[in-house]
């Protein structure tokens, strides 16, 4: 009997457990070993050492990857120009600041990370020419700081919207059901959206003087895709902070009304602090689309990290180009097994924080 | 409640708040609305200026006929449909086994298997990509559908155990305990006990399932690139539709459309288990 009861959970878990390991865990193990490696991903040679040229016709073997070993190569190829390009950055910043004797740098917000000056004598600072791994590290960033804005935005829409009524119901509905949309389709409707020749914002950017409207221009592309991308990622922070605001404790809420507090102080103090497992929640999944899905998804449909040389592209989209297009498989792992050891934190930081909600866990 | 139930507010404040809804709503649904007017409008017209908020003129129905009749297009369409199902099937029944053993046994090694299973929904695709291509080539099914419900089956399974366990532990202890007690096999409680009582839960995950591997992109870009009758519908929108219609915004409209609609659908006639499922976790602990 006892050892039946031990055996149970296991024939249950069996099935999925090894089909998840084969197809999701033992995969990362493969990229981090390729990372290590330099392979153009069509080379290949016999498990069992045979040449695969020297094969007869009826003879067959199991077919390896034939990479050669490089050590750190690919992760010091991806971070080599990392210094130079903050040397420009700092000079940049420095110009802008302190742009010498008789001139004052006016910050415009615009360009690079967010500002262009425009000197007193007319001239501009430019934004120095980056490698194209810091151009993607920037993106990626952008990504990491501006897509998370959803959940301010979907917190207030949903304060805005927390009533009753069939058209507050339907609203919600409404700004929702974008999310349900593949991100694909909402990166072409942006696309059609932001469309300088003849679209719907064109007459907005002739009055600023911005020709190639918002996508198209090296120093905005990314912004737009992000904004875009926000479309979906409201709508989904809006639902989970209107169900965490159905939780939320009413009679403190109400006690908290006695004691004279509203607005403001009734939401920064007693609303805001019971709706941290929503924000939790909405803060992971949206860092997971900042890292792997919005971000590749977007940037592909919207300008395939253009334009030009890599001016909208993050590590994500980077990635499968280098790897597929320009068969760089060694060095296309290298930036995976990057995207993976930063998403590790948050993946520790969910498990440990569910691990000590769970009582049944612990 | 927070905030004050407009029911308490005055008339003039309701009238505020109602029709600053309405605005919000308006200006959310503009990029939405301009992709609709232009299906119905012919390229000529959209080539002409007329991409912004102006009425199709002359109203036509050619971008539809157009879409429809693509023949690549329409076969990615249909076989979304051939990976959604499986997939959905595969990774729910796979799932709903493994939370029953997750949330309802005590065993050394449970919570490191879950948390694998956990962990394993926020790992970047990305990291994944070669191995699995790989896979898929070595068993000879890469460029077909089976490659994507592989894949998928699999992924879509992390998240399926995520949500049964947190839902099967809810189900009381006893109710088990008694089946137990009148001598029924482990096999048969899972089977009549569990099962039966799991279906809202199994239902909520068949909606969020169908609408996640419906619209991926990524993979379907990696494991099924060029076979149209083994993508999915998002990347022939992006591959078939973008590449052959490129200058036809219409048409584009039409596919954009054609693409969203079956998740759209789903979920406004499932919205009450859409959202169930989609909100789980976010409110308790």
Known sequence: ?362 | MFPVPIEKATKTNRVIYYSSVALVLLLWLIPLMIITLAAFKTADQLNAGGRGFVLPDPFTLTAFKRTLTNEPFMASILNSFMVVIPVTVISISLATMAGYALSKFRFRGMIIIFAIFVGGNFIPYQVLMIPVLRLTQDIGIWNTKYAIILFHGAFQAGFCVFFMRNFISQIPNELLESARVDGATEFEIFYKIVLPLVRPAMAALAVLIFSFVWNDFFWSLILSPISPSGMLAPAGLATIIKGRFYNEYNVMAVGSILVALPPVVLFFLLQKQFISGLTMGATKG
């Open chain 1, 1 to 362: 009997m006892k050892i039946k009861l031990n055996l149970t959970p296991w024939l249950f878990l069996a099935p999925a457990l090894i089909y998840f390991t084969i197809m999701v865990i033992y995969p990362i193990i493969g990229s981090v070993h390729i990372s290590f490696h330099d392979w153009n991903g069509t080379q290949f040679k016999c498990a069992d050492g045979r040449d695969i040229k020297s094969l007869q016709e009826n003879e067959f073997c199991r077919k390896i990857p034939d990479m050669k070993y490089v050590g750190f190569e690919n992760y010091e190829r991806f971070f080599k120009k990392t210094p130079k390009d903050l040397n420009k950055i700092k000079k940049y910043w420095q110009r802008v600041f302190d742009p010498g004797d008789n001139m004052i740098g006016v910050p415009v917000l615009d360009q690079g990370i967010g500002l262009i000056s425009t000197l007193t004598d007319g001239k501009k600072t430019k934004w120095p020419r980056l490698s194209i791994e810091t151009k993607i590290i920037l993106n990626t960033i952008k990504w990491l700081i501006f897509f998370p804005l959803a959940i301010p935005i979907g917190l207030g829409l949903a304060l805005f919207l927390n009533q009753i009524g069939w058209f507050v119901k339907l609203s919600k509905s409404l700004i929702f059901f974008p999310f349900v949309i593949s991100a694909a389709v909402i990166g072409f409707v942006f696309q059609f959206f932001y469309d300088p020749n003849g679209g719907l914002l064109s007459p907005i950017y002739e009055y600023l003087g911005w020709k190639d409207g918002i996508i198209g221009d090296k120093d905005k592309a990314t912004y737009g895709i992000i904004a875009a991308a926000w479309y979906r990622q409201i709508g989904y922070c809006l639902i989970i902070y209107l169900a965490g605001l159905t939780s939320v404790n009413s009679e403190q809420i109400e006690a908290a009304r006695m004691d004279g507090a509203s607005g403001w102080k009734l939401f920064r103090y007693i609303v805001l602090p019971q709706l941290w497992p929503s924000t939790f929640v909405a803060l992971v999944v949206t860092i997971i689309g900042a890292l792997r899905t919005d971000s590749f998804d977007m940037t592909q449909i919207m300008t395939e990290g253009g334009p030009g040389r890599g001016a909208s592209d993050v590590m994500s989209r980077y990635m499968f180009q280098k790897t597929l297009f320009d068969q760089d498989y060694g060095y296309g792992s290298s930036i995976s097994v990057l995207l993976f050891m930063f998403m590790l934190i948050f993946i520790i930081a969910f498990i440990i924080r569910m691990y000590y909600q769970d009582e049944n866990l612990r």
